[in-house]
């Protein structure tokens, strides 16, 4: 068997994955090497599936330098629902209300559900600028009684990543990172939790992974219903109802490939920058050809949002790479525009050929 998957996937999401993570389960949905069965048949309270949740966690810790002071669960409902647990977790009475950066699309999203259950401050808002820029953490005012401080790592759909800069030391950091999770090493211990769903960059829609501090653990109400209850899913080792066997079973061979294809999340860095550098270097090369959404020096790795202009070149240039085999390249319905998504999986040869498309067409129409 081999992969039949001649398209070049620059998704937003459920992004690409790797080719030999494709392969691998492909074979398993036949028969998984471990059991003879299908991977889309195998229980949820079968010796291979407890041992897979093992790995998969002692995977991820390794991968990030995770210490023990954390637990790890595998939740469903996507990062949407712990936009909504995580309020009713780790906000209360005995804290003054949390804080939100509202920096684009996600967090907006993740501010305005958080509103719904608890009353909650917006620490910064982006949009003077239309969500082109980020604050610089550090600086920000954060009342240090705030339950915690929320904001989202790299915003999608607008192209913006925060990296490696410092952040408030004084106050509990949650980060969702949906779209940055396992593309460069983390600093895990700044923060008291980080969340990503799977599919952007770790494997098909259906999981998302929590990192939770213990000390965060102990503010949790009782008498949360006990699906919504962070405990319930750490106690149970991800396995309290019928957990996503098969999203979880693609998320471990990502983590294998991480280790042991790339190398880990240096390597894993090196290998985005470079994809990121010849993108940003093509558009550089073109003059005002290109239109960038995000402001340097907060462009993402990941997410590259950008215009030729006009709405009619847009469609003409996602016509144009589509010919060319390259898909889901048009921006997110709330910006327009067009979007390249580079996800670990997405290769350097990928974004080769698009660099090329993207100057031939510049040239081409201008
Ligand atoms: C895509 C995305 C989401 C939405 O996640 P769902 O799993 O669809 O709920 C949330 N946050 C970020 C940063 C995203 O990129």
Redesign the pocket.
């Known amino acids: 068997m081999t992969t039949r998957c001649n398209e070049l996937n620059f998704s937003g999401?459920p992004g690409a994955l790797p080719a030999s993570v494709l392969l691998q389960t492909q074979h398993a949905i036949e028969a998984l090497p471990e059991t003879g069965l299908s991977v889309l048949g195998m229980s949820h309270r079968s010796e291979w599936f407890l041992s897979l949740v093992e790995e998969a966690s002692q995977n991820l810790r390794a991968l990030l330098g995770l210490s023990d002071d954390y637990e790890i669960a595998f939740m469903q409902g996507?990062?949407?629902?712990q936009f909504a647990t995580i309020p009713m977790n780790f906000a209360g009475a005995r804290w003054a209300p949390p804080q939100y950066i509202s920096s684009g699309y996600?967090s907006r999203?993740a501010t305005a559900e958080a509103q719904r259950v608890y009353r909650c401050g917006v620490a910064w808002d982006g949009e003077r600028t239309r969500y082109s820029e980020l604050p610089d953490l550090a600086k920000l005012d954060i009342d240090p009684r705030a339950a915690y401080l929320h904001y989202?790592s790299?915003?999608?759909v607008e192209g913006l990543q925060f990296g490696a800069q410092e952040a408030p030391s004084n106050v509990a950091l949650i980060a969702?990172m949906?779209?940055d999770f396992l593309s460069a090493p983390v600093d895990t211990e700044r923060y008291s939790m980080i969340y990503a769903?799977a599919?952007?960059n770790l494997g098909p829609?259906g999981v998302?992974v929590a990192l939770v501090k213990r000390a965060l653990l102990e503010r949790i109400p009782d008498g949360l219903p006990a699906i919504l209850d962070y405990r319930t899913h750490i106690t149970h080792r991800s396995n309290y109802n019928t957990p996503p066997v098969f999203a979880i079973y693609v998320l471990t061979l990502v983590s294998r490939w991480l280790r042991d294809e790339i190398g880990g999340l240096h390597a894993m860095r090196a290998i985005n920058e470079q994809k990121s550098a010849m993108i940003y270097g093509t558009f550089e090369s073109l003059g005002d050809a290109v239109r960038i959404h995000a402001k340097a020096p907060w462009r993402s790795h990941m997410n590259v949002a950008f215009s030729f202009g006009d709405e009619r070149l847009d469609r003409a240039f996602v016509e144009f790479a589509g010919e060319r085999h390259m898909t889901g390249l048009e921006g997110h319905r709330s910006l327009g525009g067009i979007r390249a998504s580079l996800y670990n999986a997405v290769t350097g040869e990928a974004v080769a050929a698009l660099c090329e498309a993207i100057r031939e067409f510049a040239i081409k129409r201008h």
């Open positions: 999401g996507g990062s949407s629902l996600w999203r989202v790299n915003e999608t969702d949906s779209s769903h599919q952007k829609s998302t």
